[in-house]
């Protein structure tokens, strides 16, 4: 698994970096919006199965040739990393399809304050006050996103919290395992596990594509994922983990106006002040970590650089 892990392209930096970035957080918004798409006949659990077992079988497919591709180091925090990260797509998906696409992907992005406080608490690693200020301001905007009203809307937004949790741990377990395993085969444990996870309810009563629009969102569903994250591990080669988090923040962006634009979203004073302020606080918090590496201070795992590794 060596050989697919340290291959890049000779590029341009200044052009490659964003290149990649922005064409990997387009697709996790396609992604995103082909989930909001599926009929309601689509389950959590069918739209998971897809995600995961076709991505599985892509992997194999097109690294399978270098050798046994589940070779690794520490495999008992691989499967834990897998299914952390299983359960936050899982959430995730469950959130977008009862909130507006917007509001649940603003909400999602609070991870990288979840990740901070697990390293903390995990790993004892240093959380300075303007980490603490920006953990703060990306609460707060997670509170102003909340009408806390006793409807559908609140158990989505709930699950949004759950699903940037699970993620927030996911990206911390995710540290210590790339000291000794590529990229690849963490994507491809992410993939087994969350085939394992959501198989039994699939089988119950799996939702089968009827129509050649539903098969292009199925077959949709694997090839975002997969190309972007190929697209993002490729694209942190050329820039600066710092760079790639302000890059892939864009997938909120994206998202937000899709939301608005094609599911008419609405886009409220709660969302503009919420959002904004948990994207500053997140690009703030990315830059800050760089800085500390930059000056040799306690690292907290980057989460921006990780971010579609727990989608």
């Known amino acids: 698994m060596g050989a697919p892990n340290h291959r890049h392209i000779k590029m341009d930096a ?3 970096g964003p290149l990649f970035m922005l064409s990997a957080a ?5 992604l995103n919006v082909t989930i909001k798409s599926l009929p309601p006949s689509f389950r959590v659990w069918d739209i998971g199965f897809y995600r995961f077992f076709g991505g599985l079988v892509m992997i194999l497919i097109i690294f399978g040739r270098y050798g046994n591709p589940f070779r690794a180091n520490d495999v008992r925090l691989l499967v834990i990393r897998s299914c952390t990260g ?5 959430c995730l998906v469950t959130a977008i399809r009862m909130l507006p696409i917007s509001t649940a992907m603003v909400i999602f992005h609070a991870f990288p304050a979840f990740s901070a ?6 790993y004892r690693e240093t959380l300075s006050k303007v980490h603490l200020l920006c953990i703060a301001g990306v609460m707060i905007g997670v509170g102003v996103l909340f009408d806390f009203q006793m409807e559908g809307s609140l158990l989505g937004q709930i699950m949004a919290v759950i699903a940037a949790a699970f993620a927030g741990l996911t990206v911390t377990l995710i540290r210590e395992l790339r000291q000794k395993n590529g990229s690849v085969v963490i994507y491809l ?6 085939s394992l996870v959501t198989l039994p309810k699939f ?5 089968l594509p009827t129509t050649p629009t539903e098969w292009a969102m199925v077959l949709g569903i694997v090839f975002f994922s997969l190309t972007a994250q190929l697209l993002m591990n490729q694209g942190f080669f050329y820039c600066r983990g710092w760079e790639g988090g302000v890059f892939m923040s864009s997938e909120v962006i994206f998202t937000a106006l899709a939301g608005i634009l094609y599911f008419q979203d609405p886009a409220t004073w709660r969302f503009w002040t919420g959002g904004l302020l948990i994207l500053t606080c997140v690009i703030a918090m990315n830059r800050l970590q760089a800085g500390m590496r930059e000056t040799g201070k306690a690292e907290i795992s980057s989460p921006s650089v990780l971010t579609p590794l727990s989608k």
């Open 86 to 90: 299983s359960v936050a797509f899982v």
């Open 14 to 16: 200044a052009v490659a």
């Open 203 to 207: 089988v119950q009563q799996p939702a």
């Open 189 to 194: 444990y992410f993939c087994a596990m969350g």
């Open 117 to 122: 406080m697990f390293s903390f608490f995990l």
């Open 26 to 30: 387009l697709l996790f918004t396609l």
